[in-house]
């Protein structure tokens, strides 16, 4: 996966990140469509508002979604399987 890490102790504020050039704008408009303000800027950033613990999962996984490999989001996928069928989930049920 691309190095985009969000800082280690987040607490309420506005954090510059380093995206790849050609993601921000889509990551940007996504944060954007979650309620998350955030802002592309001129010197090739992205300006994201987090305030609450929830907003900062968003912004992470919103950053994976769009920066990860193939292959590392089809183990995620596969690793969440796994862990509803260990907690009882069947066939397309959650657990």
Request: hydrophobic share 40%; aromatic share 4%; with cysteine.
């Amino acid at each position: 996966m691309n190095s985009v890490s969000l800082p280690a102790n987040v607490s309420s504020g506005s954090y510059r990140l380093d995206i790849p050039f050609g993601e921000r704008w889509r990551i940007c408009r996504r944060l954007l469509e979650l309620g998350i303000p955030s802002v592309c800027t001129g010197d090739g950033g992205l300006q994201v508002e987090m305030n609450t613990l929830l907003a900062a999962l968003q912004v992470r996984s919103v950053i994976q979604q769009h920066t990860a490999r193939r292959q590392e989001l089809v183990q995620g996928l596969e690793t969440c399987w796994q862990l509803n069928i260990q907690a009882g989930g069947q066939d397309g049920q959650v657990a």
